[in-house]
Nanobody
Framework: QVQLVESGGGLVKTGGSLRLFCVVD????????VGWFRQAPGKEREFVAA???????LYRDSVKGRFTISRDVAKNTVYLQMNSLKPEDTAVYYC???????????????????WGQGTQVTVSS
C-alpha cells in the first residue's frame, strides 16, 4: 500500500507563489509516476502536472511557464512550484501515484491508483 501526504497549500494574492509537497510513503519511489490534479467547487478534477518515472514532465497548457514539477528521490517527495498564481488556480490540489501508467494515460485521474487527501489553494484577486 502506498500513502501520499500533501502539504503547502494556503491563501495567496494574485501573482503570488506557493510550493506544494507530496510525500510518497512506499517502496521504489523512483518507479512511480506522480501527478498533481486539482478540483474546484462544482468542477471535475483536472490534470495539472506529472513527473514520470524517467523524470520526464507534463503540464496542462494553462500552467505551462508558471508551474514546475520536480522530485527529490532521496526524500520520496514531489514538489509543485506555483508562480504567478491566478484566481482560476483556486482549487483543492491532490497528488496521485501509479507504477504502471503509459504515457497516454498520464493525464487521466482514473489511471492513478493512489491518492493523497488534498490541500487547499486559494488565490485572491
Amino acid at each position: 500500500q502506498v500513502q501520499l501526504v500533501e502539504s503547502g497549500g494556503g491563501l495567496v494574492k494574485t501573482g503570488g507563489s506557493l510550493r506544494l509537497f507530496c510525500v510518497v510513503d512506499g517502496h521504489s519511489f523512483r518507479t512511480y509516476t506522480v501527478g498533481w490534479f486539482r478540483q474546484a467547487p462544482g468542477k471535475e478534477r483536472e490534470f495539472v502536472a506529472a513527473i514520470r518515472s524517467n523524470g520526464n514532465t507534463l503540464y496542462r497548457d494553462s500552467v505551462k511557464g508558471r508551474f514546475t514539477i520536480s522530485r527529490d528521490v532521496a526524500k520520496n517527495t514531489v514538489y509543485l512550484q506555483m508562480n504567478s498564481l491566478k484566481p482560476e488556480d483556486t482549487a483543492v490540489y491532490y497528488c496521485a501515484a501509479d507504477r504502471s501508467l503509459i504515457l497516454s494515460t498520464t493525464t487521466l485521474a482514473s489511471a492513478y491508483d493512489y491518492w493523497g487527501q488534498g490541500t487547499q489553494v486559494t488565490v485572491s484577486s
